[in-house]
């Protein structure tokens, strides 16, 4: 059975940092594509950041440069790490794993939450003064 489980959710002010981490059982993270989204009510859930199976680091054009992606295969957890937190960073953060080993981003592009297969459930990440 695969699992995949969210921490590391909180609240904190603009500028501060938070660290997401996703533990995944049910296969290890080897040849896998593991994606982070956030969600916003009323919004479409919105790509964050991928690490693809081949270990290439992909990331949305609001978070490049303060986000970092990385992945440990001996806790076969994903992480998040995010800086200098702005207010519009706020929302559910999810991660997501592809379904078959070998499958990653095409083009160079974040794939949509639709291509996944296996999703952990959120975290709350508020960024407010």
């Known amino acids: 059975q695969v699992l995949l489980v969210v921490s590391g959710g909180a609240s904190v002010q603009p500028w501060e940092s938070l660290k997401l981490s996703c533990v995944v059982s049910?296969?290890?993270?080897?040849?896998?594509?593991i994606g982070w989204f956030r969600q916003v009510p009323g919004k479409e859930r919105e790509g964050v950041s991928c690490?693809?199976?081949?270990?290439?680091?992909y990331y949305a054009d609001p978070v490049k440069g303060r986000f970092t992606i990385s992945r440990d295969y001996a806790k076969n957890t994903v992480f998040l790490q995010m800086r200098a937190l702005r207010p519009d960073d706020a929302g559910v953060y999810f991660c997501a794993a592809g379904g078959r080993k070998g499958w990653g981003p095409q083009s160079g592009k974040l794939p949509k939450a639709a291509e996944y297969t296996y999703w952990g459930q959120g975290t709350q990440v508020t960024v407010s003064s």
């Open positions: 049910g296969f290890t993270l080897d040849g896998y594509t």
């Open positions: 690490i693809s199976n081949l270990g290439i680091q």
